[in-house]
């Protein structure tokens, strides 16, 4: 199956504009897609970004889904189904 | 007497320190729906008892404790308190805000305000408990940490749970970058610790049990019951919560939204290894700094052996820790969570703490400090060691200190030597840790921001260019971040007028700006001070309420001679860095920043030359 994956704002420099399309067993999980992120963009992040050796992201890095954020890597994914990649902000107020 | 006012407390406690008088007043609703409260409300009362030209540190300053109607610990965010006043360091617009239980208990203690005049003739501090306030001598408090201070406070009051504000020694130094601080949070910008210091007001303790009355309380529960799920599983609340403000350290290094060596450059290539220390050595756990907090940002922290050596405390915020290493070109990690405690403890804002001690490196760099004035210090970049040496001189006004406890602007005039060409501040506030050359929407709020150069009140500009966060507002007209380039300028300023008017409404209605962030929208609010009040009230009207109160202090700063010319940012912020990731960068100075002020302007309604709020415009908004 098929599902897209969009990365917002600092993100689209290693994971490229607009949606990617990746191809996904049938009755994939969230892990499936951490591999197959791992297989196509793994090299070119860098190590603050992603940890080859687990297959996740590190830091405030967040997949989403229908605006909420993904929080369980046994999620099921759908055929077709968006998945947004995003980070949270450092900030500060005084 | 009793100001029957739904969803306020209906009274402010106006204390005047030089007759020991306190007077109970009743605050008008129609004044508060226009302004709602907060640094909204604060506004307009500054405007009207502020003479212009006031010494900020003699008796006629005033100092308002603003909460606003959500300043109340079921609400979302609503840990939350305003201190608005004339600043010593800048000598215009003063604000600043700190979390924590101390802006919900005054609410409970029966005030939506205290407005603070006068001069003790003695240090003294303040109790109110409901509406019984009593005057305490404070003599034995001073020169004590904050730590102590508090509770020793607390202990003399029979209340160990009582919300403590107080001053640490760099407010009784009067030093201008002083801090007052609540426990661990800090109302940190512009030198209200000064302001304090100079009226010999050490501190308040607040508690109460009194309740606000609700027009419609069903309303208001499922609202804010639906609130809290609505924010759940919101990827800036979960991020948040997950790694606080400091989590992104290494993302903003790599996206040029670091602020590095006094500014000459926007990213280091430090940000990994820092935040991989810091991950593994310093963090313990995260916690909310106000009962009924869920985001709970707020980090434990500590270093647990060294030369640095720090007890476990909450701090470690991004701001903070930026300001001690990407600054300072400082490696250790350890020793920048020490420094930012100290500043906790003796009560200094850490941005400016971190900013004045990176000109002063600069200083040191160019040789333009005498040995008598160095003391026997060494201020090379990345001396990690004399960095608390610095932070308690500062906040003790000895040595150097006492010349960088002056704020950046006006230690360039006492070293002079052409040191103000690297002086990085806007009208006289020193820069935070976010850099315009990340996202140019950043210059314009700088370049405007009414209390001066700073990134959060009311706008984290890069935040929508650079970070694609709408905060609910598109549907008000702000374009889609996703369809803008971070390095793009045209049509940025107006943008950002609109920003501005929604991102202020957290300081008006007297909530913290990060639930804004985790998906609360100014139509929550609306619908909350709705249920609350009674009045009907819809983001619409919120928007106007945050142009008005913007406005307000713009008027403010205009009286005390800010106009045009003042809107600026420093030639070294809008360069090209000078190293790093982005130095062959074209793009990411700032190229036409008086293109977009003038874009800005147009869209205030302000004058395009003067940038003055015209008459027209003040009509508008009902603010004569």
Redesign the interface.
Known sequence: MKVGLKA???LRDYLGRGIQEIELPEGAHIVDLLKAIDQRWGAVM????WDPQSCQFK??V?L?ID???V?DVDLRLKEGEEI?V????????? | MDNKFRGYAGYQLRVNLTTKETRIEPVSEALQRKFVGGAGYAARLLFDELKPGVDPLGPDNIMVLATGPLSLNQVPGGGSLMLCFKSPLTGIWGESRVGGNFGPDLKKAGFDYVVVEGRSEKPVYISINDHQVEFHDATHLVGKLVSKKSEVIRAEIGDRKASVLCIGPAGENLVKIAAVMSDDRAAGRCGGGAVWGSKNLIAFSVKGNRKIETASPDRLRSNLQQAFKDIKDNPMFVGMKSFGTIGDLAGNDDGGDWPTRNWQSNSWGKGPELSDHYSSQNFQKGFGCYTGCTMACARQVHVEEGEFKTPSHGGAEYESISCFTAYLLNEDMDAAIHCTYLCNEYGLDTISAGAVIAFGMECFEKGLLSQEQLGGLELSWGNARVLPVLVKNIALREGLGNILAEGVRNAARIIGHGSDQFAIHVKGLEGPAHDPRSGKALAVTYATANRGMCHIQPLEGMAWDRGKLDWGLMKYGVPDPNNVERWEEQGKGSVVQLLQNGLCLPDVVGTCKFYMYGGITIDHWADFISGLTGWDMDGVELLKVGERAINMQRLFNIREGISAKDDILPERVRSIPAFGKYASEQDCAVRDLEGMLKDYYNARGWDPITGIPTAQKLKELEIT
């Open positions: 917002i704002g600092d860098p190590s603050y970004l830091g405030p967040l989403v605006q909420k954020a929080q947004i995003m980070k949270a902000i450092a900030g500060g107020m005084a």
